[in-house]
């Protein structure tokens, strides 16, 4: 199998990486998967992934929610009920920081369509893009949604769309810098770019360490903080203008992290250990289990 070690930090091209821990996959291989962190500006990887051609397989379980739409368990059941909520302050979001109650929508990273189905219903016109065929044919089953494959996002005219959406997925491509570009390239005039990444600074990233969910090596291949991100943004010609918390993220976050340490009741401990990064980051924005990042290309 190819494997991908990096010498050089994709952020600032420093050429020291330092281990700083091992990580297992618990989805689906039980591998385990080194993270490094920059030295110079403290972007944090996993090394030695999977190249383009095998990690496919390392989504390929019916456990893997944003592909399979599964419901069997109580985590996932908890999954769809905060999913249908966040829907719809997703919408608002996306109104509220556009302007605008209609227009064109790039949804990157789609999975099973809810987002884009929700966003075409209030009467967006949206394009959907997902990698994988299973979530394709699910967002297609389910609602009759056509979601284009990455061929079919080379193929979009660039300054169309007046927002970009990226939730949870940025974290997972492995040509970080070329679609920070195609993004920009992509946005009309005016247009925002909404991202929404695990925070590896959060609080619950720092109680829980290497059995910390969010880190999901080897499909999370990149682990954001809110500098970094900023550092990419301004990399890349873009103005971070606002950074909002995901507040429910980290209960859902916590009942796996503790499924992950083969805990007694692992959900009424991740319900509390949630509840308490809940507090936390209503003190403390930055230390939010997840980040929403809203951007705008520079002057």
């Not at 169309?160 to 974290?171: K, R, S, Y």
Request: proline content about 4%; aromatic content about 12%; hydrophobic content about 35%.
């Amino acid at each position: 199998m190819e494997r991908i070690t990096l010498h050089t930090c994709p952020l600032c091209g420093n050429d020291y990486l330092e281990p700083v821990m091992e990580c297992k996959d618990y989805y689906a291989s039980g591998e385990t998967y080194g993270l490094a962190k920059c030295s110079k500006c403290g972007f944090l990887l996993t090394q030695n992934v999977p190249d383009e051609t095998e990690i496919g397989r390392y989504y390929e379980t019916p456990a893997y929610i944003s592909h399979s739409d599964t419901r069997k368990g109580l985590t996932n059941s908890l999954y769809h009920i905060v999913r249908k909520h966040m829907l719809k302050r997703k919408r608002r979001l996306v109104e509220n920081i556009s302007g605008r109650t209609n227009g064109n929508l790039l949804d990157y990273g789609t999975g099973t369509g809810y987002f884009a189905q929700a966003m075409k219903e209030a009467g967006w016109h949206v394009t959907a893009i997902e990698k994988s065929e299973q979530a394709r044919k699910t967002a297609l089953d389910n609602f009759g949604l056509q979601v284009g494959s990455e061929q079919t996002f080379g193929q979009l005219p660039t300054g169309t769309f007046h927002v970009i959406t990226l939730w949870h997925v940025l974290e997972h491509l492995q040509n970080l810098n070329e679609m920070w570009e195609q993004l920009r390239q992509l946005l009309a005039p005016g247009g925002c770019l909404i991202i929404a990444v695990p925070n590896c600074q959060s609080a619950d990233a720092g109680y829980y360490g290497n059995t910390w969910a969010a880190y999901d090596v080897p499909r999370h291949l990149w682990h954001f903080s809110p500098d970094t991100m900023r550092q990419f943004a301004e990399k890349h010609g873009f103005r971070l203008i606002r950074t909002l918390p995901m507040p429910f993220d980290a209960f859902y976050v916590s009942i796996l992290s503790e499924k992950y340490r083969q805990a007694g009741l692992p959900f009424v401990k991740g319900m509390y250990s949630g509840l308490r990064a809940w507090f936390q980051a209503r003190k403390q924005p930055d230390k939010s289990s997840s980040l929403i990042y809203v951007l705008r290309v520079g002057e």
